[in-house]
């Protein structure tokens, strides 16, 4: 393996390898060969990491908590990050902002200046997420289920809230029996329709959504025919 001229070290995914120049002088940037090898080692925590679904693999995009955080998946859809990308970008790759917050987490006092996008410079909560990350790795997503009356005092239907402290896909699943007498709708915190249902005659109507900087979902069921039948509905989210 061959990290190529004047890298200090590289990390190779596909191997589990580091490679570390035998050169002891601190780097272009100061950092020294412990701080050059913590960067290394964060890319390879991230390489044994689940990504939340339908996000890139977490050595691009970043691990789960962390990427939720700095708030990646806004980012990237504003064009402000650059996930994966080594050459042009390289300055704006989440994946290489995480490594480097990763050593940076582990050596406080380098006087190693950020060299990424500003945006992605951590603080204590990104140096949380990352411990977090490492020592409690995601391990998917759970299931919440919900069971109430189909009607509020309101008249308008079940409304619940969820929170969603992860970005990435959450799904709604009502009874495959509830397909023809409910229309299920998923909704902001600010009252925007997300998805709905649209009375879908398929039995077991599925909606699913991409969680993207909501900390909060709320969603409404409204019964078409008769109310006041209990309604179970489970809830998948990061």
């Not at 339908?54 to 995009?61: H, N, Q, T």
């Amino acid at each position: 393996m061959d990290c190529g001229y004047g890298a200090a070290a590289c990390y190779y995914p596909d191997e589990d390898g580091v490679v570390l120049s035998g050169d002891e002088a601190p780097a272009d940037d100061g950092a020294s060969r412990e701080f050059v090898l913590a960067h290394e080692y964060g890319h390879h925590v991230a390489n044994h990491r689940q990504s939340v679904a339908p996000f890139p693999a977490a050595i691009d995009w970043g691990t789960p908590r962390w990427s939720s955080h700095e708030q990646i998946c806004r980012a990237d859809r504003r064009g402000a990050v650059f996930p994966g990308d080594e050459e042009d970008n390289h300055d704006r790759n989440p994946g290489e902002a995480l490594a480097e917050a990763f050593a940076c987490l582990h050596f406080p006092r380098s006087g190693v200046e950020w060299g990424w996008a500003r945006s992605l410079r951590p603080d204590a909560a990104a140096f949380e997420a990352i411990r977090e990350d490492t020592l409690n790795p995601w391990l998917g997503r759970m299931s919440i289920r919900l069971r109430g009356p189909a009607w509020s005092a309101s008249r308008k239907g079940l409304i619940r809230a969820v929170p969603t402290p992860l970005d990435g896909r959450v799904s709604l699943l009502p009874a495959a029996a509830l397909s023809r007498s409910f229309r299920l709708s998923l909704w902001s915190p600010a009252g925007q329709i997300l998805r709905s249902s649209r009375g879908d005659p398929t039995p077991g109507p599925r909606l699913d959504f991409t969680v993207c900087g909501q900390s909060r979902l709320q969603f409404l069921l409204l019964p078409k025919r008769r109310p006041g039948t209990p309604v179970p509905l489970l809830v998948e989210r990061p």
